[in-house]
């Protein structure tokens, strides 16, 4: 091949790649802005690669790319799920995965045990009600989004996770537990006497609904008058479940509207005829999200009293997008709204009547009667009691 002919190749060559990248940025909808910006971001990672003192592997750059992206929106409940979260959240949604066994809880930038599952993995570990999570596999909470640090403390069953932990009167120590599965009913339920129910809901998995339910009707079956909701410490989850059970409490009409950046609207109906039960929420700082959503719903159609504490103040909706390589995108998509169009995004549900806890709340895997009977639990009896003695439903 004489030099003309390779120069000509040569040209060539850069034509036909310079018509793909073209051809690339006009199927991706991009600007001259977006081209360039995708020009220098494979121009920064190609120069990474080359030149880094260490070798390093594409797919970690990569990770750490759409990483960086998701936490650059500044959206604490958007992460990118790299395929040992991934999978973790998917196992979490079916309410089955590998933990430790206890419940968590977020106040004032810490995480607190509230509770642990008898004979689990921390339970055996020596964790105890009321110990401070200080570092998860020595990174800092602090360090941690609240929405990550479920996720990194549950793993593989078998697997290790090492915790530091802080108690009272003690100096900090590290508890190494050996990951189980966690098979959790989320909700619990007891007549608390003769005509009040008590239904305790932990979270929002795909199975809540049916345990709902469930629960509902056994508590129907002890002549049931009226009931306590209580979602205190409830971080939220899947929101079709909240409106499998909004649909069976919440009054006919909209239960909530999911609005999207386009101002496309999604609305969850309930046909319900009439409410059967007065009822009383309990909420705290920790109830988040779903919890929010049905508590709204309820206090919007004046079909339940909130007792307690304001709520967290999530109001967005989050989905999970797969990626190409058992990975995946948690990512903000649209806020809701209650029936009476109020956003508790960063504001949270208002109870209508504020009872601040006289004790430590403790969550057990089983319900223990001497553990029901709160300052908020009592506040909550108290009015239904009325409620049912003047023979109402709704509340006024």
């Known amino acids: 091949m004489n030099i003309k002919t390779l120069l000509i190749a040569v040209v060539m060559a850069v034509i036909m790649s310079f018509g793909v990248l073209v051809g690339l940025f006009a199927a991706l909808n991009l600007d001259a802005k977006g081209a360039a910006n995708i020009t220098r971001l494979v121009g920064a990672m190609h120069f990474i690669e080359s030149q880094y003192v260490q070798e390093v592997e594409e797919d970690k750059l990569i990770d750490g790319a759409i990483s960086g992206m998701v936490r650059s929106l500044g959206d604490p409940h958007s992460i990118y799920l790299e395929p040992r979260l991934y999978n973790q959240l998917k196992a979490e949604t079916m309410g089955t995965f590998g933990g430790i066994g206890i419940y968590m809880g977020f106040k004032e930038g810490k995480v607190y045990v509230l509770g642990l599952i008898k004979g689990g993995p921390s339970d055996k570990a020596g964790l105890q009600t009321g110990d401070v999570i200080l570092a998860v596999n020595s990174q800092p909470i602090s360090e941690i989004e609240p929405s990550e640090v479920a996720m990194k403390i549950r793993g593989e069953v078998g697997t290790q996770v090492e915790l530091l932990i802080g108690r009272a009167g003690e100096e900090d120590k590290t508890y190494t537990i050996t990951r189980e599965i966690i098979k959790v009913d989320t909700v619990d339920s007891t007549m608390l006497d003769g005509r009040i129910g008590y239904i305790r809901i932990s979270h929002f998995s795909e199975n809540t609904g049916k345990e709902f339910k469930d629960a509902f009707a056994k508590l129907e079956m002890q002549n049931m008058q009226g009931f306590i909701l209580d979602l205190r410490q409830n971080p939220g989850g899947v929101i079709t479940s909240c409106v499998e059970i909004a649909q069976e409490i919440v009054p006919a009409g909209p239960i909530v509207s999911v609005i999207r950046r386009d101002g496309s609207k999604e609305v969850y109906m309930s046909n319900l005829e009439h409410a059967k039960y007065p009822i009383v929420v309990l909420l705290d700082q920790n109830s988040a999200s779903a919890s929010e959503l049905l508590s709204g719903a309820l206090q919007d159609t004046k079909a339940a009293l909130i007792v307690g504490t304001k709520s967290y103040g999530k109001g967005s909706v989050q989905t999970v997008i797969p990626m190409f390589q058992d990975d995946g995108i948690k990512l903000t998509i649209a806020k809701y709204y209650t029936p009476n169009g109020r956003s508790i995004d960063g ?50």
């Open 347 to 396: 504001t949270g549900i208002i109870p209508d009547v504020e009872v601040e806890l006289d004790r430590p709340l403790i969550i057990t895997r089983e319900l223990d009667p001497d553990s029901l009977y709160d300052s908020q639990i009592l506040t909550a009896e108290d009015i239904l009691n009325k409620q049912i003695d003047e023979g109402k439903i709704l509340f006024e």
